[in-house]
T-cell receptor, first 114, second 115 residues
Framework: KQEVTQIPAALSVPEGENLVLNCSFT??????LQWFRQDPGKGLTSLLL?????REQTSGRLNASLDKSSGRSTLYIAASQPGDSATYLC?????????????FGTGTRLQVTL | ETGVTQSPTHLIKTRGQQVTLRCSSQ?????VSWYQQALGQGPQFIFQ???????GRGNFPPRFSGLQFPNYSSELNVNALELDDSALYLC??????????????FGPGTRLTVL
């Protein structure tokens, strides 16, 4: 059974700092690893998706890496801004029977202060 | 291209009632997955429908059931509502059957409150 853990659970940083969010998973047989952003009371916004054959993906100030062998992914946010404040979730894609499913971590709640 | 839509946005029910939530998948997608997100938790997989058949289920009781229609839209039905069913319900559509690495695209969710 896949288990996904995110550390830290919460993080507060001043504006402009670079930061790293961590995600670990127990079963390395994943198809992809996806990072999402969630604002309070809202749905999920996909940030980056890394296929199992890839090592990293970049979008603007965001960079995500994947190391399947060690069961780890990191999300790097450069030059953080107050607008980055949200909860960040990672999800590993696997299969249960013939159904593809995402297993989520519980998220890292990020606050970027002025 | 229309994204994934869900209705209603919010819903309030009382214990013991039944509820139906709806999801329209993204154009061209044949698979819909449903997730439950309790407050402060990550989403949990409920089940998935592929070409109108349930093809996988998470650890949820039978009072959680679903349907998928020929146009690939989907419904989630919950009977005998309990207080713990209060959550954000998310649906995601994807194009499956051609490999395991296709992305799931999420709708905005339905917030269900059970009193």
């Amino acid at each position: 059974k896949q288990e996904v853990t995110q550390i830290p659970a919460a993080l507060s940083v001043p504006e402009g700092e670079n930061l790293v969010l961590n995600c670990s998973f127990t079963d390395s047989a994943i198809y992809n690893l996806q990072w999402f952003r969630q604002d309070p009371g809202k749905g999920l916004t996909s940030l980056l998706l890394i296929q199992s054959s890839q090592r990293e993906q970049t979008s603007g100030r965001l960079n995500a890496s994947l190391d399947k062998s060690s069961g780890r992914s990191t999300l790097y946010i450069a030059a953080s801004q107050p607008g980055d404040s949200a909860t960040y979730l990672c999800a590993a894609k696997g299969y249960t029977g013939t159904a593809s499913k995402l297993t989520f971590g519980t998220g890292t709640r990020l606050q970027v202060t002025l | 291209e229309t994204g994934v839509t869900q209705s209603p946005t919010h819903l309030i029910k009382t214990r013991g009632q039944q509820v139906t939530l709806r999801c329209s998948s993204q154009s061209g997608h044949n698979t819909v997955s449903w997730y439950q997100q309790a407050l402060g938790q990550g989403p949990q997989f409920i089940f998935q429908y592929y070409r109108e058949e349930e093809n996988g289920r998470g650890n949820f009781p039978p009072r959680f059931s679903g349907l998928q229609f020929p146009n690939y839209s989907s419904e989630l039905n919950v009977n005998a509502l309990e207080l713990d069913d209060s959550a954000l319900y998310l649906c995601a559509s994807s194009l499956d059957g051609s490999g395991g690495n296709n992305e799931q695209f999420f709708g905005p969710g339905t917030r269900l409150t059970v009193l």
